[in-house]
């Protein structure tokens, strides 16, 4: 069973850019599929990113695209989000998820969570 810890998160104008760090440990890290999810106070969780067990393929929700990217380095045990052009709407608590089954942006399809980094956006 993987154990995951998230970091990076902070408070940044808006226009700016955070990396996130997510670092897994127990198991085999590239038998996961890694995903990450936000969630925003009153909200439901939200898929944000996806990126398979080689890191080859990454999906992204339609309100990150072309601003997020989601990587991961096998031999480190860990996936990153570097997210740019930050706006208040993407203020949340970030959580990196695994599973071993697939792509899916279902948050309940995941077994593995971390326990969140927040992140803030100022206007």
């Known amino acids: 069973q993987v154990q995951l810890v998230e970091s990076g998160g902070g408070s940044v104008q808006a226009g700016g850019s955070l990396r996130l760090s997510c670092a897994a440990s127990?198991?085999?890290?590239?038998?996961?599929?890694m995903v990450w999810f936000r969630q925003a106070p009153g909200k439901e969780r939200e898929f944000v990113a996806f990126?398979?067990?080689?890191?080859?393929?990454?999906y992204y929700g339609d309100s990150v695209k072309g601003r997020f990217t989601a990587s991961r380095d096998n031999t480190k045990n860990a996936v990153y989000l570097q997210m740019n052009n930050l706006n208040p709407d993407d203020t949340a608590i970030y959580f990196c998820?695994?599973?071993?089954?697939?792509?899916?942006?279902?948050?309940?399809?995941?077994?593995?969570w971390g326990q969140g980094t927040q992140v803030t956006v100022s206007s």
């Open positions: 127990g198991g085999t890290f590239s038998h996961y599929y």
């Open positions: 998820a695994a599973d071993e089954s697939g792509f899916s942006h279902r948050a309940e399809d995941y077994q593995y």
């Open positions: 990126v398979n067990r080689s890191g080859g393929s990454t």
